[in-house]
């Protein structure tokens, strides 16, 4: 029942603890503990600790913990909480193993990476990008775990996901638009009837169709359309795309994800009632079935940098209407990062 | 049935557009029409407009309009649809006003100001405060009509708002917690039973009261707590506030908006889980009911700017479960504003 506390680490002679529960890394004839297993350990009544010959408080445990583990308190929560639903969870250094219920270490491989987080630290893609490619690579499941203020935990799985569609191809049928202002105006009935009625694109307002800037720079990139102004002078492909960098911070990000969802034979519309760039629907048979959209993708820089209140935001959101939401980014070759809360 | 259209705008002899429809403005015997109006009324075909002996075209008029006016795309795509929606809407330089249902110019005083704002436009708060601190004189609401790419509409009601509760007042006993990194730790029944129980402050993991840095300042703030960290060491509430600006960037504006919201008695929580820095409750009776929130409020800066996206996807949420979406600002006195979705 008893564990040493040393310079060293957290010692127990009871191998049981790991052959039973799972806990501590066995070195030879003894079982190392985590700070965390230690603290779960004494708390449940299962252990003591000792620092010589005088047992720990869980107080003394715990502040001794917080002295030496960078994030103990949030790291401790996750950990008992998982342990609570019933997980075997092997503690590491950044981050914690968990295995499928009814697993544990040696019997069966682990299922999760868990990546503990402050609702107040900011995550980079880049790390969350680095962490998807160890995940990838050793075939894992990658979890959030979002720890808030009140140190009430939301898991999040983080994966990459592929969209491909099935909408049919554009056909060779051209068209001539107006750029007017920040958007594209089409009073011909042709318009209507192929870009809108069969492709999908732009809204109908009592037989104009209006069709968004990305939408415009798409077409135009195919050849399908010319532009003018309201004036009548000719647009070129270039001009339109000089204002839509005028009007939007990251217009070349947002139409790149664009045409890759395009070119993939998805369709896509804006996501703007539900605070995303895009939702995009993998097949749609006619304009009256626009009805559900599966995804709602939402464009980011290489650089950017979540805050788990905006991540919690979206995802939420998301949710909320059924759809997933997922985060674009990339250059050259596009990236597809699915989010969604899980309940473990 | 018809107008006509010059260098000094368009006008018409028909009064009962006026009378019957409220449309345009009287001069002497003639109508000056504004330009929505006129695209509309010829789109209904109510009436031509002549420039000298020629009609002019739906598109030649709207053409005209769009280098006439700015975002003339958009206005017209909101006069168009609340015209749609039988309200009687007359058209300024900025925005429109909007009469109730059946009323009109010169017989109903006007109810809302409606402010046209294309999705990919960004608002300053300080343009919002402005035109609240207009309506409030006239005495009329604040409309925002979003126009999202594709020419979609989605309109927002904007007003201030005063925050009061019920919470009964804090009382003096004293209290002695940790400060462990980011969070701050009590082991004594007592934090748990009075701070939690009857004062609803943080949240009880396992006997143990995590209270989050704004709490503690603020508890701190009343005299009611110290502080020391894992070596033991006494923190101040210097020291304390200094941690809370060193681990989140609007530390002081989102402790003053907290401190404003304890000491007007309503019962202020984390609003992580909807992306927003507060829920707040006007009344709670005892821990267990703490379980739907009027309001969630999220703190800005003075400079803050908001973008229609970003409105948008905070409003929906809060509705999606049955909350107010509440952005606070100020320096020294608290400011907040309420934004929710109308449907006209």
Redesign the interface.
């Given at each position: 029942m008893n564990a040493v506390i040393t310079e060293e680490g957290i010692f127990s002679e009871n191998i049981e603890l790991h052959n039973r529960g799972g806990y501590g890394r066995k070195e030879k004839s003894k079982l190392i503990l985590s700070f965390e297993e230690a603290v779960y350990l004494l708390?449940k009544g299962r252990i003591e600790v000792f620092e010589g010959e005088r047992p720990l408080s869980?107080?003394e445990l715990?502040?001794?913990a917080?002295?030496t583990i960078?994030?103990?308190?949030?790291k401790y929560?996750v950990y008992?909480d998982l342990r609570e639903r019933g997980y075997c969870v092997q503690s590491g250094i950044a981050d914690f193993r968990l295995y499928p219920r009814g697993g544990k270490p040696g019997k069966t491989p682990s299922e999760y990476i868990v990546l503990v987080i402050?609702?107040?630290r900011s995550i980079p893609l880049e790390e969350l990008v680095e962490k998807l490619e160890i995940c990838r690579r050793i075939k894992k499941k990658l979890i959030l775990a979002?720890v808030?203020?009140?140190?009430?935990i939301?898991y999040y799985e983080a994966k990459w996901v592929d969209l491909k569609g099935e909408t049919s191809e554009l056909s060779d049928e051209r068209f001539q638009g107006?750029l007017?202002?920040?958007?594209v105006?089409f009073?011909e009935e042709g318009a209507s009837e192929i870009l809108h009625r069969r492709y999908f694109f732009?809204?109908l307002?009592?037989s104009t169709l209006?069709?968004?800037?990305?939408e415009a720079v798409y077409l135009m990139s195919k050849g399908l359309l010319t532009l003018q102004d309201?004036?009548g002078r000719e647009i070129s492909e270039e001009e339109l795309i000089r204002r839509g960098r005028e009007?939007?911070e990251n217009f070349d990000e947002k139409f790149e994800v664009y045409r890759d969802l395009r070119d993939k034979r998805m369709v896509v519309?804006?996501g703007?009632?539900?605070?995303?760039h895009f939702r995009v629907y993998e097949k749609v048979e006619s304009i009256e079935e626009l009805y559900h959209s599966k995804y709602l993708v939402h464009v980011i820089r290489r650089d950017h940098v979540f805050y788990?209140?905006?991540l919690?935001?979206?995802v939420?959101?998301a949710h909320?209407v059924r759809k997933s939401m997922v985060f674009a980014f990339g250059n050259g070759e596009r990236r597809y990062i699915e989010i969604r809360r899980v309940r473990l």
């Open positions: 708390e869980r107080e715990f502040l001794r917080s002295k960078k994030d103990f308190e949030i929560a008992r402050s609702e107040r979002i808030d203020e009140e140190t009430d939301t107006y007017l202002n920040d958007r105006i009073w732009g809204e307002v009592n209006y069709i968004s800037l990305v309201a004036d009007l939007e519309k804006t703007f009632k539900f605070g995303a788990p209140q905006e919690s935001r979206a939420r959101l909320g």
